[in-house]
């Protein structure tokens, strides 16, 4: 079984603030990863996946992720906060082989202060 | 590419009543998920078809929700009955069988409420 849990359900940053949402995972083959983003009443946007090689994944909009197998993590990071990037992000993972359906976690609300 | 579609964006029925929403993927993607999504909660998978064949079903999709994907292209979801338990966000994804690390691309989702 695979399971996500997303710490913090809202988090809030300065413009400019480093972003940093974190995601830990629970599987028990080695997953695929993936950091999605849902702006309101639209449906989701893929940020980045890791999947296989480097640990280090960068995605769209400045993101990126960082794959930690050994504290089952893989937290989401920004530098710097754009107003633009205030959304609802989510972690999912999902197996590698057969139907890849997503699991997802519960989400975490990111506010921008100007 | 112009991504993936669904019908309607907005549906509110009253209790008992059946609806059926569309899910239009994108051309040539041959696997196609739904997923529920309820407010505050990230989305749940319902059920997953490769083609035309619905191969995986989640346990959440009762007898009263039936999908289908007739000649492996658009896909509907039924809900027969409704129930208020059903109001959430229902969402259709698509993706082309990969060699490793499908993206799933997400369509903007169809908000059922239930009165």
């Known amino acids: 079984a695979q399971s996500v849990t997303q710490l913090g359900s809202h988090v809030s940053v300065s413009e400019g603030a480093l972003v940093l949402l974190r995601c830990n995972y629970s599987s028990s083959v080695p997953p695929y990863l993936f950091w999605y983003v849902q702006y309101p009443n639209q449906g989701l946007q893929l940020l980045l996946k890791?999947?296989?090689?480097?640990?280090l994944v960068k995605g769209i909009n400045g993101f990126e992720a960082e794959f930690k197998k050994s504290e089952t993590s893989f937290h989401l990071t920004k530098p710097s906060a754009h107003m633009s990037d205030a959304a609802e992000y989510f972690c999912a993972v999902s197996r590698i082989q057969g139907a890849q359906k997503l699991v997802f976690g519960q989400g975490t609300r990111l506010t921008i202060n100007p | 590419d112009t991504g993936v579609s669904q019908n309607p964006r907005h549906k509110i029925t009253k209790r008992g009543q059946n609806v059926t929403f569309r899910c239009d993927p994108i051309?040539?993607?041959?696997?196609l998920y739904w997923y529920r999504q309820t407010l505050g909660q990230g989305p749940e998978f319902l059920t997953y078809f490769q083609n035309e064949a619905q191969l995986e079903k989640s346990r959440l999709l009762s007898d009263r929700f039936s999908a289908e994907r007739p000649k492996g292209s658009f896909s509907t979801l039924e809900i027969q009955r409704t129930e208020q338990g059903d109001s959430a966000m229902y969402l259709c994804?698509?993706?082309?069988?990969?060699?490793?690390?499908?993206?799933?691309?997400f369509g903007p989702g169809t908000r059922l409420l239930v009165l």
């Open positions: 890791y999947t296989t090689g480097a640990t």
């Open positions: 051309s040539e993607h041959n696997r």
């Open positions: 994804a698509s993706s082309l069988d990969p060699l490793g690390g499908e993206t799933q691309y």
